[in-house]
């Protein structure tokens, strides 16, 4: 049981460049998530998807894009990377419900130069 | 809207000593309230929460929290502080019925040996 996994661990690009970012959990959750983690800004979150099939923006959406594959995989997509993009990305996931929490991936730290 | 936060950036305690980490939250339905941990580039894990019931949580690690509906208050507490305790804390709050998770900017704890 690995979890919320997270591909890649680490990533420089340059500006303009595109990447996508890929998370996969299995514990058989509906929800998933994408955060960025910023210093002084805490966890802001880009894209949720509530189940397979659905996603919706988040407070910071812009310049990013999604796709929840199937059930256990949900991925970000950067179309062409700028500076201010470098940051800390987490993937997470947890059980549809208000109650439930969050279990989170390692994160991928992404420079852009 | 939806909105938490955690009014101090970094807080000291000698280890054997009781910790509090404060936080307090605004919702306008039910609040649903999360602690998370932090460690050093890693990803989040979670603590505790409160959904409903007795107003003191209980969690892992010995941390427990107190929800205080009249002062909107879900502070963070540990009878004895370790030196292993020293991470980054986030508090999270979910407002009834809604689906995204909103995240303090977080608190450094430093446990002084």
């Known amino acids: 049981n690995a979890g919320v996994t997270q591909t890649p661990k680490f990533q420089v690009l340059k500006t303009g460049q595109s990447m996508t970012l890929q998370c996969a959990q299995d514990m058989n959750h509906n929800s998933m998530y994408w955060y960025r983690q910023d210093p002084g800004m805490g966890l802001r979150l880009i894209y949720y998807?509530?189940?397979?099939?659905?996603?919706d923006k988040g407070e910071v959406p812009n310049g990013y894009n999604v796709s929840r594959l199937n059930k256990r995989e949900f991925s970000l997509r950067l179309e062409s990377a700028a500076p201010s993009q470098t940051s800390v990305y987490f993937c997470?996931?947890?059980?549809?419900?208000?109650?439930?929490?969050?279990?989170f991936g390692p994160g991928t730290r992404l420079t852009v130069t | 809207a939806q909105s938490v936060a955690q009014p101090e950036d970094q807080v000291n305690v000698a280890e054997g000593n009781p910790l509090t980490v404060k936080c307090t939250y605004s919702v306008s339905g039910n609040p649903y309230l999360f602690w998370y941990v932090q460690y050093p580039n890693r990803g989040l894990q979670f603590l505790l929460k409160?959904?409903?019931?007795?107003?003191l949580v209980k969690g892992s690690y010995g941390f427990e929290a107190e929800f205080n509906k009249s002062q909107t208050s879900f502070h963070l507490k540990k009878p004895s502080a370790l030196v292993s305790d020293s991470a980054l804390y986030f508090c999270a709050v979910r407002d009834g019925g809604y689906q995204k998770v909103t995240f303090g900017i977080g608190t450094k704890l430093q446990v002084i040996p």
């Open positions: 409160y959904i409903t019931g007795d107003n």
């Open positions: 997470a996931s947890s059980e549809t419900g208000t109650g439930y929490e969050q279990y």
């Open positions: 998807s509530a189940s397979e099939g659905t996603t």
